[in-house]
């Protein structure tokens, strides 16, 4: 769906009365934007030709962030679709297991924003110096993206009945936080030097 609308059709969508999963599908889709940017830095810098040494460095970003991109707008078509989904919570038939679902989705969505963050090393040490500016927008789309990825899971994890699958997820949530808080960190100190 959200492939073959114009922006101010998304817009127009999302600002709909339908509140189903408008969280988890502006996610997506920042992440996705957030993708997209950092792939034109890429590209831009290789095919200027501005760094012939780190080409293939910026190459493997390349593909990473397009494979990150396409993976985020199958996650906004898939959480578009979750109305249906939510009125069957309301009506009570398999609570447990969609809110369970849901929070595994929205993790799923954290994680590609967070490898939209490891690529952000390599856009800013290597891509165009005058996409700067860029490479750390890219970087802050993504980071904000990730966070509201794990609002989400929160979200659903306080509703989840089940201890062990609410306490395992949380203990990932927390190590993944953890990971990210620091991934951020670094690239804070590099994009600051």
Do not use: H, Q
């Not at 988890?24 to 890429?42: D, H």
């Not at 959480?79 to 069957?88: C, D």
């Not at 090393?121 to 794990?150: D, H, M, Q, R």
């Not at 808080?181 to 030097?193: A, P, V, Y």
């Amino acid at each position: 769906m959200y492939k073959d609308m114009t922006f101010e059709e998304i817009l127009n969508k999302i600002s709909s009365t339908d509140p189903a999963s408008a969280g988890e599908t502006v996610t997506a889709l920042v992440g996705a934007l957030a993708s997209a940017l950092g792939y034109m830095v890429a590209n831009y810098t290789i095919s200027n030709g501005n760094d012939k040494d780190y080409e293939n460095t910026l190459e493997v970003a390349l593909e990473n962030l397009i494979d990150i991109k396409e993976k985020l707008m199958e996650y906004a078509e898939e959480a578009s679709k979750y109305a249906e989904r939510i009125k069957n919570v309301k009506e009570g038939k398999d609570k447990d297991n969609f809110l369970t679902a849901a929070a595994f989705f929205s993790f799923n969505v954290a994680k590609s924003c967070y490898n939209i963050l490891k690529n952000c090393f390599t856009l800013y040490k290597y891509g165009s110096p005058v996409l700067k500016p860029e490479s750390k927008i890219t970087c802050y789309l993504a980071w904000a993206a990730l966070n509201s990825a794990i609002i989400s899971v929160e979200a659903n994890l306080e509703k989840i009945k089940e201890a062990e699958v609410r306490k395992n997820l949380l203990n990932d949530i927390i190590e993944f936080k953890n990971e990210a808080d620091s991934l951020l960190k670094e690239l804070k100190e590099e994009i600051k030097g």
